[in-house]
């Protein structure tokens, strides 16, 4: 991909390179690049640097871990931070939760802050439902409303759009309905085209951006309340979301031992039972996270008597 780019870009000043929060600066532009998989994150670095550095092509996960890039724009160093989203492939969501909080905890502690959020969605997708709206309100108790003058919202797979007019249809909805809360608060518009001069626009506004940097509601929580990660409105949330779904893959392990039994074809009861078997291990992985993320009565007396108030929102669903 790298050969494809003009070697004259001002990306390209500087080979781009990982480092690692130990690595990072006060006046690094650190941009956060958040979504769910498959909304094209890595895609949008490997675009921005001129470097694949992992770029899936499918639903499968291929950021399962947080990856910063370093990069010189002008004179100025952007540090691009690809994070997995919370329908990761290879990792739970309270895993992917751990993972983006410490993160984010340690470089605030050491005052360094975001210059900008890009937050990714296919114009591709059909409906905003399932596993896109449960990242976009983890997204929301992650950043808080302070945040949202700092987030750019990004359309993308405009190059795989095959009816213009369905694609505006639903970029509008996006405008009009889901986005609008943050866009009343300040957020940012805009589309990808898969290129690196629409990379670089993107990047650039948030260069020029002026004024104090912006704290995340997650950070707030965690380092200046110090909250427990359990105890922040993500944590709480990704609780409930998980204790659903625990009950509605015991529903559904139910049901197939229903069927099983009821069930005289050998290969029948055979596919019944590996289906069985993998909603079991993931059931056991939802439980895990709800064990790790249940907040005993002592401690939430303690908090609702004693805990600091922040000043930062979680944004409205």
């Known amino acids: 991909m790298a050969s494809s780019l003009s070697s004259t870009s001002a990306f390209m000043d500087l080979n781009p390179v ?13 941009v956060a690049i958040m979504g ?5 994150k890595s895609s949008f670095i490997a675009a921005a640097t001129g470097r694949d550095f992992g770029v899936g092509h499918s639903l499968q996960s291929h950021t399962s871990q947080l990856t910063a890039i370093r990069v ?3 004179k100025n160093y952007v540090v691009l931070v690809d994070t997995p989203g919370f329908d990761d492939t290879h990792l739970s969501d309270y895993d992917i939760l751990k993972m983006i909080s410490d993160w984010l905890r340690e470089t605030y502690r050491r005052k360094i802050k975001l210059a900008g959020v890009l937050y990714l969605h296919r114009i591709t997708d059909n409906r905003m439902g399932g596993t896109p709206l449960k990242n976009l309100h983890m997204f929301g108790k992650l950043c808080g409303n302070a945040a949202m003058s700092r987030v750019t919202l990004v359309t993308t797979m405009w190059d795989q759009v095959q009816d213009l007019r369905i694609a505006q249809s639903r970029e509008l909805e996006l405008k009009d309905n889901f986005w609008k809360p943050m866009l009343v608060l300040g957020s940012k518009m805009v589309k990808f085209e898969n290129s690196l ?3 670089e626009a993107i990047v650039d506004e948030i260069v020029a951006e002026k004024g104090e940097r912006e704290t995340l509601l997650l950070q707030e929580e965690l380092v200046d309340l110090k909250k427990r990660l359990n105890e922040t409105h993500a944590g709480r949330m990704l609780y409930d979301a998980l204790q659903k779904l625990v009950d509605e893959q015991k529903a559904s392990i139910d049901k197939l031992m229903e069927q ?8 029948l009861i055979e596919g019944l039972r590996k289906e069985q078997l993998k909603i079991e291990d993931d059931l056991q992985s939802a439980l895990d996270g709800v064990r790790e993320l249940r907040v005993p009565l002592s401690r939430k007396i303690l908090l609702f008597l004693f805990g600091k108030r922040g000043k930062i929102k979680p944004l409205a669903e």
């Open 18 to 30: 990982r480092v690692i929060k130990e690595e990072l600066h006060a006046d690094d532009h650190i």
């Open 36 to 40: 769910p998989t498959g909304a094209g």
């Open 72 to 74: 010189k724009r002008g």
């Open 197 to 199: 001069k629409s990379a």
């Open 260 to 267: 099983i039994q009821n069930q005289g074809n050998p290969q």
